[in-house]
């Protein structure tokens, strides 16, 4: 099955999409294409809903109204699929008692990663943190324990990347660490969706800007063109 | 690997998962433990009946103690999925969702099973029956799978509520009470002596309750866990 994934394009595309809480719409008639390769970064203030549509994305939150494929098929309904998605939440989705390498054991064993002993060494190794693989979780610092969640996001080698505020609560080695992880799995055929609040710092990494504001996608646009929105430009300025 | 096969190996994973968590914390079976015997040992003290009222009691505090103890073990289990989110973790597999279900539900079946497996010879020493019978076993088994699988299922309806610790008892108690007087009979039938045979209805009442509730994970669980 992964190789059938793997072969379609990593593409994100989202049509009419509305999701309400309570009633109140958090998502209103919001449409996005993120294409193939496409390194995008989805700004706007807290509560705009970055985290809803990215928890959309990743098949964890049904929307009420609209499309969403992601490698032309609904995460939702097509689990196979979810063996092509990566996703990194605010929380890190840890069994506390268990060490990082069981935790890690874990997900390779759900998403049935081929030699898994090498897989999770690797990960590990990846993330810097073979010293502290034998170690519970609840011992690990919120940065190693970020680190962690990386590697299980990537355990999988997913073609499609959802990242959700990756940066908060990291201090300065880990937030370099995690930069240059990011310029690492910007490759082609690769596309990744990362949710920040303060994105100054992606800007030198990533190819396209989303900025998320009423519940639609205000501008969308590269990297380089963000002189052609000022709008968005001032914004960027005012959270940097 | 055949869908099935991929199926049933994702809630051996669960349920694997499960097990090592609890071999490593031990904060469910041991509290469930001391949970149970406290009852069994109140009840007893308390009570002070002749041994005809105590054999006759015998049952309906079996289930009395195992109810309680189980609730205990299914707020654990489901706890363990809200800390840092696992199961949001869970739920990105690309796997079946009502893997999840069974997986847990199959969790909570061992450990409340094995907590009733130490209760039975605790029982025996307090009351005036050897409550070590292999009938008995097998009709506290069928009890167990029945309210474990209502039991999962509702803890999955409570993960996301804000009154959650309290919201699994009221739901759990009046659904399952059918399952327990069906226990409680077939119980009370085994220990005066009576052949399975003498309580099937009881049995077939169980029997249903596990077909039921687990048609409803296989069927609802998903919905119950969305946002």
Known sequence: MSTQTSTLISRIEIRDLVKRFHHQPVLNHLSLTINDGDFCVLVGDNGAGKTTLLRILAGLVRPNHGVVTICGSDPISEHPLRRSIGYVGHH???????????????????????NIPRTIAEAIQAVGL??????????????????????????????????????????????????????????PGRTILLAAHRPQRLLSIASHVAWLKDGVIHRHLPVDRLGEAPELGRYLQEVA | MKPIVRYLA??????????QVEWRGRQGIPVMLVFAL????????????????????????????????????????????????????????PMDRSAIFFGKALGNFCFTGLVGLVLLPVFSLFYPQNMLRLPLVLVMLLGLGAYTSLGTLLSALSIQAR??????????????????????????????GQTLSNV????????????????????????????
């Open chain 1, 92 to 114: 890190p989705m840890f069994y506390q008692d268990l060490t990082a390498l069981e935790n890690l054991m874990h997900y390779a064993r759900l998403y049935q990663v081929g």
């Open chain 2, 10 to 19: 994702a809630i051996w994973h669960i349920l694997r998962k499960d097990i």
């Open chain 2, 163 to 192: 009154t959650r610790d309290i919201l699994l008892p009221v739901l759990l108690y009046p659904l399952a009470l059918p399952i327990l007087i069906a226990a409680v009979e077939a119980s009370r039938g085994v220990l005066a």
């Open chain 2, 200 to 227: 099937s209805s009881w049995i077939y009442l169980l029997l249903a309750g596990i077909l039921l509730f687990n048609a409803a994970g296989l069927i609802f669980f998903e919905t119950i866990l969305e946002e």
């Open chain 1, 130 to 187: 073979t010293t502290y693989d034998q170690q519970p979780v609840r011992t690990l610092s919120r940065g190693m324990q970020q680190r962690l969640s990386l590697a299980r996001a990537l355990i999988h080698q997913p073609s499609i990347l959802l990242f959700d505020e990756p940066y908060t609560g990291l201090d300065q080695a880990a937030a370099v660490f995690l930069d240059d992880t990011l310029r690492g799995l910007h490759t």
């Open chain 2, 38 to 93: 406290t009852i069994v040992f109140l009840f007893n003290f308390a009570l002070q009946l002749s041994p005809d009222l105590q054999a006759g009691l015998a049952a309906g505090l079996l289930w009395v103690s195992l109810a309680f103890a189980s609730t205990l073990g299914l707020n654990r289990g489901i706890n363990l999925e809200r800390e840092n989110n696992a199961m949001d973790g869970l739920l990105l597999a």
